[in-house]
């Protein structure tokens, strides 16, 4: 989250996947939020779902 963060890409308790996204959104988008559970989790894995 700090490295979001000093990236540009959090504030004000919202994320996005890029500082000009961050600027136009007004909530976090569904798919940022996931890749930020899964960073916090340690569950990398379940970013890349693999199905047969």
């Known amino acids: 989250m700090t490295a979001w963060t000093e990236a540009g ?3 004000a308790g919202r994320c996005a996947e890029t500082p000009d996204a961050l600027a ?3 909530h976090t988008p569904l798919r940022t939020l996931a890749v930020l559970l899964a960073a916090r989790k340690g569950a990398y894995e379940a970013l890349f779902p693999v199905s047969f």
């Open 9 to 11: 890409l959090c504030a």
């Open 24 to 26: 136009a959104a007004d």
